[in-house]
């Protein structure tokens, strides 16, 4: 079955270095999402991107924070100056479509700000 | 304010046993609801995904129910397993909007 991968499963960064974490998204998906998850909470939409912008975004998502699809296959989340409270894990996700269409996780990037 | 509310919060059942999971949403306006399964340390996977016009939707031994009137779901595991071990996430998306909002989902152990 396809699947969403991401790399690396686990960073060790320090605070005020930038972080980009890379998502490999199902081919055939348009759709493509992050959301991130402070051990011990609950899961957190960050953005969703569509068609070469981002159509969504949540509030946690500020200046700091930038998506790209630089090719056809990869989807990078950029954490500009790593602060201690994005220590978290990060999914990223994708779909077909939105509505009715399943969204499809990875296994997530482990992000530890030192 | 677009809030999903989960209960329990744990739970713990023996194995064969059946289970049912709650959640409570004000999302608005409202597009479809999902239930999620992670395990620890893993990402989520897809259960059931309904929408306004479903009341009830499986999938194995997983059921999932919609009463949009009063905004709630509920989750039935039967013949529980003890794989079934894991957190069990609410999730709505808002109508013509790409956004989601997660509960904080419920941790089930199903012990032998």
């Known amino acids: 079955e396809p699947e969403v991968t991401q790399t690396p499963s686990h960073q060790v960064t320090q605070m005020g270095q930038e972080v980009i974490l890379r998502c490999v998204p199902i081919?055939?998906?348009?759709?493509f999402y992050w959301y991130r998850q402070i051990l011990g909470q609950k899961v957190e939409f960050l953005v969703s991107?569509?068609?070469?912008?981002?159509?969504?975004k949540s509030e946690i998502f500020d200046d700091q924070f930038s998506v790209e699809r630089p090719d056809g296959s990869n989807f990078t989340l950029k954490i500009r100056s790593t602060k201690l409270e994005d220590s978290a894990m990060y999914f990223c996700?994708?779909?077909?479509?939105?509505?009715?269409?399943?969204?499809?996780f990875g296994e997530g990037s482990w992000l530890t700000v030192v | 304010k677009n809030q999903v509310e989960q209960s329990p919060q744990s739970l713990i059942i023996l194995e064969g046993k059946n289970c049912t999971l709650q959640?409570?949403?004000?999302?608005?306006?409202?597009?479809?609801l999902r239930w999620y399964k992670q395990d620890t340390g893993r990402g989520p996977v897809s259960l059931t995904i309904?929408?306004?016009?479903?009341n009830t939707k499986s999938n194995g031994r997983y059921t999932a129910t919609l009463d949009a009137d009063t905004k709630q779901s509920s989750l039935h595991i039967t013949a529980s397993q003890l794989s079934d071990s894991a957190s069990y996430i609410c999730?709505?998306?808002?109508?013509?909007?790409?956004?989601?909002?997660f509960g904080s989902g419920t941790k089930l152990n199903v012990k032998p």
């Open positions: 996700a994708s779909s077909e479509g939105v509505s009715g269409n399943t969204i499809y």
């Open positions: 999730v709505v998306s808002v109508y013509n909007f790409n956004k989601f909002y």
């Open positions: 309904m929408t306004f016009s479903e």
């Open positions: 959640c409570n949403y004000t999302v608005s306006p409202f597009s479809n």
């Open positions: 081919s055939n998906h348009l759709y």
């Open positions: 991107f569509y068609n070469n912008e981002i159509s969504e």
